[in-house]
C-alpha cells in the first residue's frame, strides 16, 4: 500500500528538517537484509544519535534539496537507507560501518559531509572522526601543552639543585 501525498508532504519535511541540521549523512543499500537486523540496526543509531530512515528515493532526492546534502542526488538509486549523523560528524559513518562488518548486505553507497559527496568506500575515513569528546580532549590537550611546558622549564634549575644535592649527598656516604 503505497503514501497518500499528505504522507509523503509529511516524510519529505521530517527528514528535510533533519538533513538541515544534519553534520553528515550515509546512503547504504540494505537488499537482502532482514527486519530484524534493520531494527538492529535502527536501534544502534539510536543509541549513537543518528537519525536512520528508509524513504522512496524520489521523496529522498525532494527531502534533501536545498540542503548540505543535495549532493546526494545521484546516489539515491536502489533500496536505500539514509543515515543522519545530528551531533557528531563521524556518529552515522560509525553506526554503518560497524553494522556492515557482521552483515556484508548492508553497502554503503556515498558519505556526504559539508556540502560534498564521497564515495561509500570513504566511510571509514569519516568514521574515524574524533567524537565530540575526544575532540575536546584533544583540544584540551592542545591548550594545556604550552602552559605545562612553561611550569616544568620553570622549575628545572631548582629540580637539577635539588638533584646536585642529593648526588652530593650521596657521594659523601649520607652525612652531608
Known sequence: MGLKLDDKKTVVAEVN??????????AAHYRGLSVSQITSLRASAR???VYMRVVKNTLARKAVEGTDFACLHDSLKGPTVLAFSREEPGAAA?????????NEKLVPVAVAI????????????????????????????LLQAPMSQF?????EPQA??????AAYRDKQGGAA
Open 17 to 26: 528538517a533533519v538533513a538541515a541540521s544534519a553534520q553528515s549523512a550515509v
Open 47 to 49: 543509541r549513537q544519535g
Open 94 to 102: 560509525r553506526v554503518i560501518k560497524e553494522f556492515a562488518k557482521d
Open 114 to 141: 559539508g556540502g560534498q559527496v564521497y564515495p561509500g568506500s570513504e566511510l571509514g575515513r569519516v568514521a574515524s572522526l574524533p567524537t565530540l569528546n575526544e575532540a575536546r580532549a584533544k583540544l584540551l590537550g
Open 151 to 155: 611550569v616544568r622549564t620553570i622549575a
Open 160 to 165: 637539577k639543585l635539588v638533584r646536585l644535592l
